[in-house]
């Protein structure tokens, strides 16, 4: 099966556009399992912190507690990880490797991004980093 860590703008653009490639990344995750999700503590914080945002609220219909809910039922469908290795590889934004350390620590193929930093990378240690359109091809496929 395919394991996947995804970004946090993966998941604040699935929330606004549902229906654009992250939104239905999402589905297919949801509602067919088409991938294993691997994630971090930091992730999630970092995915709550993103969709509180006002120029993310702003397109959202969600509470602050629905936001809550929605992002521990991710976690827990997540297989997770601690995020206690260390490494140096987004030279412009260090925050950025928390993605890459959950994505070697669960064993992951892919780290599905909109971030320029890291798909500049296009793959670090095995972990190959692309689009959500990319990903979201990759995941039809292999159906």
């Known amino acids: ?5 995804l970004d946090a703008n993966i998941y604040v653009s699935a929330c606004i556009r549902p229906q654009g490639p992250p939104g239905r990344i999402l589905r297919r995750l949801l509602d067919d399992q088409s ?3 691997v994630g971090s503590g930091a992730i999630f914080d970092e995915v709550r912190r993103s969709l509180a945002y ?3 609220r702003r397109y959202l219909s969600l509470s602050h507690e629905e936001i809550d ?3 521990i039922a991710l976690a827990l469908i997540a297989e997770p990880t601690e995020g206690c290795l260390k490494l140096r590889a987004v030279e ?3 925050d950025d490797d928390k993605y890459l350390v959950a994505a070697l620590e669960g064993r992951a193929g892919y780290l599905v991004s909109g971030d320029s930093d890291l798909l500049e ?3 670090y240690r095995g972990v ?4 959500a359109r990319e990903f979201l091809s990759l ?3 292999a159906k």
Not at 128 to 131: C, D, E, G, P
């Open 54 to 56: 006002p120029r993310v």
């Open 139 to 141: 995941v039809e496929k």
């Open 35 to 37: 991938f294993q999700l």
């Open 69 to 71: 809910r929605w992002v």
């Open 128 to 131: 190959r980093i692309v689009t």
């Open 121 to 123: 990378l296009h793959e």
């Open 1 to 5: 099966m395919i394991r996947a860590v």
């Open 92 to 94: 412009n934004d260090p």
